[in-house]
């Protein structure tokens, strides 16, 4: 079960933190999860979600050699 | 039984009222902007884009402005809220910022972002995204084509208020105009936009008295979920699977290499994902794309092959998701160059997605456009005024063959939706004289439909001027091309040559200047006599060419749009059969 966490910056950093599954900018608030035993910053729920029912499936095909 | 007012369905005629208001307030704020503004890339050119929020940062109004920007747009307004926070906003104040880390399309476009109140409560943002045609950097007009860095391609500006309760941040515009080659046009193109929003403000308040704040947003939020009901039918039509296509571009201006880009779109039920996983890491020059350009080149494709009516709002986007590994060239990190990102590569993301669900969406693809917004800069004093000018020369090239007819010639990239500047104006404008525009025989990709074709034009520099130009173009090598379908050819390539005064060859700037690039090259200082010739690329070709309707070979001869030569050798024309 994954949580909000509020992003805090200082003023010198001038750099956005992308979601790890979909690559979009997280711009005040990171999903903060476990999955699979690492830590991942997500955008929100969904993105999780996909990350479960898309990327490691497909990473898990790739892997096996299928497509 | 009561009813609840705030779900009841409302009646679609009331639904189609709303939909087209709101067209027309984005509408309108073009006019103001194309009237108002200082330079040709937005009088001329129409490169901007006019859009509406609701508060929660849902896109409720778009119009036929420029695809890449309405897509970034997505981003740009939600992302901003949520940064600054939705509570930081008061009346009268307007936000700006160009940052292509934070959902922009590149530097150049300056995002203004307006709070809508109606009473004392916030309704929603009205924005305007415009190609301002210099901001610094180390090239002029600021499309640094051998960019390693984003500090090079021109000054970056986080999400700021320049105007606060309707006044204006003057140290902000000081800090701001210093930075830029061209002042005046930046005061006069920042204030057209802003100008924009604040006509948007009075329309869209004008709207909310006439129907009442709860019709609009409920009518609103409707049209988004109509939107996405309709969005996902038309995907639920894709038979599902995977789908995959790759291509490359030839360089990146600073490597003569080429690079990869992968896609891989899945189908699923009413919904898709479209993978970019397997695209090369981000390269060192600036054809980089940013999340914005990745995503705006999805929904561009998507839209594309999909039904044209859906009402374009936040909710005909919800069924897509987009994977854009961040550091690849499909997501570039900070402080990666990207300024190239959104007329080159953008339109290739586009067309690779589109070929992708050839084999799902036969009927409604078409091959690969031309694909390079041939970007040619140049500024410098001008003869006639002493004053230094800058302008973002763009041409249009062919588009791809569809299934069902011939490519558009001479388009403007599908990312840009912009127009070519007329030859009278750019005179005016600046030191250089047309010689020659015209279409390009056999540009074209061969086909059953042909691609469409490419433009030549042929500048001069005129007496006693020196003009400092920038190129970044792509399709100029061998294997380049814009790709055909079911057999179909590829299209002509691109290519930008200069004659030096007293020579009487044309040569590319590699041979003439040595530059690493043919294609993509940075402040090169040309002087009167000097000639530049710019020929923008051809579409692809769809289908046999040997399958083509005779009488249309024909027609493409007499018309010039085909030699006889290449309608005997590659279309089999003058055969027995044609008599």
Not at chain 2, 505 to 511: D, L, Y
Not at chain 2, 549 to 557: G, I, N, S
Request: charged share 20%; aromatic share 10%.
């Amino acid at each position: 079960m994954g949580e909000w966490e509020t992003i805090r910056r200082d003023v010198w950093e001038t750099v956005v933190t992308p979601c790890t599954c979909c690559g979009q900018v997280v711009a005040r608030r990171l999903w903060r999860t476990e999955v699979e035993g690492e830590a991942l910053r997500f955008c929100g729920p969904d993105c999780e979600e996909l990350y479960r029912t898309y990327v490691l499936p497909r990473r898990a095909r790739l892997e096996s050699g299928g497509r | 039984m009561s009813t609840d007012v705030r779900t009841e369905s409302l009646d679609p005629v009331d639904l189609t009222i709303v939909n087209n208001a709101l067209l027309n307030i984005c509408r309108e704020m073009g006019v103001t902007m194309m009237r108002t503004a200082f330079s040709p890339i937005f009088n001329e050119g129409l490169d901007f884009s006019c859009v509406l929020f609701d508060r929660h940062g849902n896109m409720i109004g778009q119009a036929e402005f420029c695809p890449a920007q309405l897509a970034a747009s997505l981003f740009i307004v939600r992302w901003t809220v949520d940064e600054l926070g939705v509570d930081s906003f008061e009346p009268g104040d307007v936000v700006l910022y160009n940052d292509p880390y934070r959902g922009g399309a590149h530097i150049p476009e300056h995002s203004v972002i307006r709070p809508v109140f109606y009473g004392e409560e916030l309704f929603g943002f009205v924005a305007n995204v415009g190609h301002l045609a210099e901001i610094g950097g180390k090239a002029v007009g600021s499309f640094a084509a051998d960019a390693t860095e984003v500090f090079q391609e021109g000054l970056r500006i986080p999400p700021v208020k320049i105007v606060k309760r309707d006044e204006n941040d003057m140290e902000l515009w000081q800090l701001i105009m210093a930075n830029h080659r061209t002042p005046r046009n930046t005061w006069g193109d920042l204030n057209a936009q802003i100008g924009s929003l604040r006509v948007a403000e009075r329309s869209l308040i004008r709207l909310l008295d006439r129907y009442g704040r709860d019709f609009i947003e409920r009518a609103a939020g409707q049209l988004l979920d109509y939107s996405e009901r309709w969005m996902r039918s038309e995907i639920a039509a894709i038979p599902d699977g995977s789908y995959e296509f790759g291509q490359a571009m030839e360089d990146d201006g600073v490597l003569a290499e080429p690079v990869w880009f992968h896609v891989t779109v899945t189908v699923d039920g009413d919904g898709l994902v479209v993978d970019w996983t397997g695209t090369d890491l981000q390269v060192r020059g600036p054809i980089n794309a940013t999340y914005g350009v990745t995503a705006g080149a999805v929904y561009n494709a998507i839209f594309h092959v999909t039904e044209q009516n859906i009402p374009k709002n936040s909710g005909a986007y919800r069924p897509i998701s987009i994977i854009a590994p961040p550091g690849s060239a499909v997501n570039v990190s900070y402080p990666g160059p990207s300024v190239g990102g959104n007329t080159e590569t953008h339109p290739k993301l586009a067309d690779m997605v589109v070929s992708a669900l050839a084999p799902a969406l036969p009927d409604r693809v078409s091959a690969a456009e031309g694909g390079s917004a041939c970007n040619f800069l140049f500024g410098g004093f001008h003869p006639k005024t002493g004053e230094y000018y800058a302008n973002y020369h763009l041409e249009g090239g062919g588009w791809g063959a569809k299934s069902y007819g011939d490519g558009n010639d001479a388009v403007i990239v599908k990312n840009g939706n912009c127009r070519n500047t007329p030859v009278e104006i750019f005179e005016t404008c600046y030191p250089l004289r047309v010689l020659e525009y015209s279409l390009m025989h056999d540009s074209g990709g061969s086909g059953m439909h042909r691609g469409g074709l490419g433009t030549r034009r042929h500048f001069l520099v005129t007496q006693g001027a020196e003009v400092t130009v920038n190129a970044l173009l792509d399709r100029t090598k061998e294997g380049f091309g814009a790709w055909g379908l079911e057999g179909g050819g590829p299209g002509g390539r691109a290519a930008i040559l200069v004659k030096r005064q007293g020579e009487s060859e044309f040569r590319t700037f590699s041979e003439a200047f040595g530059s690493v690039s043919a294609s993509k090259f940075t402040n090169i200082v040309l002087w009167s006599g000097d000639e530049v010739i710019i020929e923008s690329p051809g579409g692809g070709g769809y289908g046999d060419p040997l399958m083509r309707d005779r009488a249309l070979v024909e027609e493409d001869v007499f018309e010039g749009f085909v030699s006889a030569q290449a309608a005997r050798e590659v279309y089999g024309w003058g055969s027995p059969e044609d008599g």
